[in-house]
Nanobody, 117 residues
Framework: QVQLVESGGGLVQPGGSLRLTCATSGTRFILHNVAWYRQAPGKQRELVARITSGYRTDYADSVMGRFTISRDNAKNTMYLQMDSLKPEDTAVYYC???????????WGQGTQVTVSS
């Protein structure tokens, strides 16, 4: 079975940094596109950053220049480096994997990021 497990969330002050990790298993990670989404209280889930199997990246305008998405195919893992965090970054962050062979999306359970002074 496909499993996605997020880690690295927590409480941080404005201007601080966190690195989120998404560990995957049960699929050929190298073939697939992966992404981070987030959902803040009272708001819809939104795409934060995406990285394709070809290492193309896309970012939400709100995080451009502050967040960096990356992947390590040898470890079946992707990361989200978050710098210069703002209170409005507070949300539950979810790992997403799109299996391009089966046209199927998989989701992690989410990790809470809270930015507050």
């Amino acid at each position: 079975q496909v499993q996605l497990v997020e880690s690295g969330g927590g409480l941080v002050q404005p201007g601080g940094s966190l690195r989120l990790t998404c560990a995957t298993s049960g699929t050929r990670f190298i073939l697939h596109n992966v992404a981070w989404y987030r959902q803040a209280p009272g708001k819809q889930r939104e795409l934060v950053a995406r990285i394709t199997s070809g290492y193309r990246t896309d970012y939400a305008d709100s995080v451009m220049g502050r967040f960096t998405i990356s992947r390590d195919n040898a470890k079946n893992t992707m990361y989200l480096q978050m710098d210069s965090l703002k209170p409005e970054d507070t949300a539950v962050y979810y790992c997403n994997l799109h299996n391009v062979l089966r046209s199927t999306d998989y989701w992690g359970q989410g990790t809470q990021v809270t930015v507050s002074s």
